[in-house]
C-alpha cells in the first residue's frame, strides 16, 4: 500500500520562505494533496496537484512535483505567524481513501 | 460556502457505553469518508461511503459499524467503548465526478474522550 513520509519539524523566521518535503512510494497516486491542521481544529485543504503536473501556483503557495523521485513539496511565501500549523501531505487515486503522511510541525518565529 | 458538518463536536463516554456520530455532508456530495486521528497522530481510514454503499473499509474495528442515508448524511456508531478509542474522528465529503477526481473536504471533527 502507500506510505507517505514527511519531516517531523521546520521552524522559519516571519518573512522567510518555508518548504515542507514529502515523499510517497505508491507510483500509482495520481492526486496529490496538501491540508493544515491548525490546534484543536480540522483539516483545512490547502491545494492539490494530479501526477500529470509538476507545479502548481496559489497565491502563496507553490507545489512542486518531481514524479520521478516521487517527491512533493509544498513552499509557503513570506511566511507569516498565522502559518504555524501542522501541514499533512495525503495522496490516493481518484476515488480511494486518503493516506496521509505524518505531519510537518511549522514554527514561525516573529 | 456550505461545509461539512459534524455533531456533536465533543462527547465524553466511559468504558463500554456507545456513542453515535453523525456527519451531514457538503450538498451536492454523494461519498462519505470516516477518518480516526489519535493524539499526535495523523487521520486513518475507517470506512467510506458511495451513494449510500459502503466504498472501502479501512481499519474499522468491528465494535464500530456506520452507514449512510437517503439524504447522505452518515452515522458513526460505536460500541463497547474503549480507552484507545479516544480521539479526534473526522468525516469528509467529496463528490465523485466523472474524470475520478474525489478531492475530499474535512469537518471539523468530533473529539471522544472515553473516561
Known amino acids: 500500500g502507500e506510505d507517505v513520509e514527511q519531516s517531523l519539524f521546520l521552524s522559519v523566521r516571519e518573512g522567510d520562505s518555508s518548504v515542507i518535503n514529502c515523499t510517497y512510494t505508491?507510483?500509482?497516486?495520481?492526486?496529490l494533496y496538501w491540508y493544515k491542521q491548525e490546534p484543536g481544529a480540522g483539516l483545512q485543504l490547502l491545494t492539490y496537484?494530479?501526477?500529470?503536473?509538476d507545479m502548481k501556483q496559489d497565491q502563496r503557495l507553490t507545489v512542486l512535483l518531481n514524479k520521478k523521485d516521487k517527491h512533493l513539496s509544498l513552499r509557503i511565501a513570506d511566511t507569516q505567524t498565522g502559518d504555524s500549523a501542522i501541514y499533512f501531505c495525503?495522496?490516493?487515486?481518484?476515488?480511494?481513501?486518503?493516506?496521509f503522511g505524518k505531519g510537518t510541525r511549522l514554527s514561525v518565529i516573529a | 460556502a456550505a461545509g461539512v458538518i459534524q455533531s456533536p463536536r465533543h462527547l465524553i463516554k466511559e468504558k463500554r457505553e456507545t456513542a453515535t456520530l453523525k456527519c451531514y455532508p457538503i450538498?451536492?456530495?454523494?461519498?462519505v469518508y470516516w477518518y480516526q486521528q489519535g493524539p499526535g497522530q495523523d487521520p486513518q481510514f475507517l470506512i467510506s461511503?458511495?451513494?449510500?454503499?459502503?466504498?472501502d473499509k479501512g481499519s474499522i474495528p468491528d465494535r464500530f459499524s456506520a452507514q449512510q442515508f437517503s439524504d447522505y448524511h452518515s452515522e458513526l456508531n460505536m460500541s463497547s467503548l474503549e480507552l484507545g478509542d479516544s480521539a479526534l474522528y473526522f468525516c469528509?465529503?467529496?463528490?465523485?465526478?466523472?474524470?475520478?477526481?474525489?478531492?475530499?473536504?474535512f469537518g471539523p471533527g468530533t473529539r471522544l474522550t472515553v473516561l
Open positions: 469528509a465529503s467529496s463528490h465523485r465526478g466523472r474524470r475520478g477526481t474525489d478531492t475530499q473536504y
Open positions: 505508491d507510483s500509482s497516486s495520481t492526486y
Open positions: 496537484i494530479f501526477s500529470n503536473m
Open positions: 495525503a495522496g490516493n487515486s481518484g476515488n480511494t481513501p486518503l493516506v
Open positions: 450538498p451536492r456530495h454523494d461519498t
Open positions: 461511503f458511495y451513494e449510500k454503499m459502503q466504498s
